[in-house]
Nanobody, 120 residues
Framework: QVQLVESGGGLVQAGGSLRLSCAASGSIFRINAMGWYRQTPGKQRELVADITSGGSTNYADSVKGRFTISRDNAKNTVYLQMNGLKPEDTAVYYC??????????????WGQGTLVTVSS
């Protein structure tokens, strides 16, 4: 089995920073793209940022210039550095990864989610 475990959420004042981490573990052969999504009540889950295995990144317009996604392939971990947080960034943040297992099956895996709350 393969799983993603997130950490780093919490409560922060507007203008502050948080760093989210997501570590993959289990029967991993290769991790392809990894990304962060977020969801608020009554809304669809939306892409925040993603990163390929080669390091190419993509960001939602709403977070460009404030958030930075990175990954450590040796640790099977993806990070999201969030600076200049705004109340509208409040959401549950989910990690996602495309993983080829040691059985050579491909899976899209989701983490359990971590809550980020930004107070005004």
């Amino acid at each position: 089995q393969v799983q993603l475990v997130e950490s780093g959420g919490g409560l922060v004042q507007a203008g502050g920073s948080l760093r989210l981490s997501c570590a993959a573990s289990g029967s991993i052969f290769r991790i392809n793209a990894m990304g962060w999504y977020r969801q608020t009540p009554g809304k669809q889950r939306e892409l925040v940022a993603d990163i390929t295995s080669g390091g190419s990144t993509n960001y939602a317009d709403s977070v460009k210039g404030r958030f930075t996604i990175s990954r450590d392939n040796a640790k099977n971990t993806v990070y999201l550095q969030m600076n200049g947080l705004k109340p509208e960034d409040t959401a549950v943040y989910y990690c996602n990864a495309g993983i080829t297992t040691t059985a050579y099956t491909y899976r899209q895996i989701w983490g359990q989610g971590t809550l980020v709350t930004v107070s005004s």
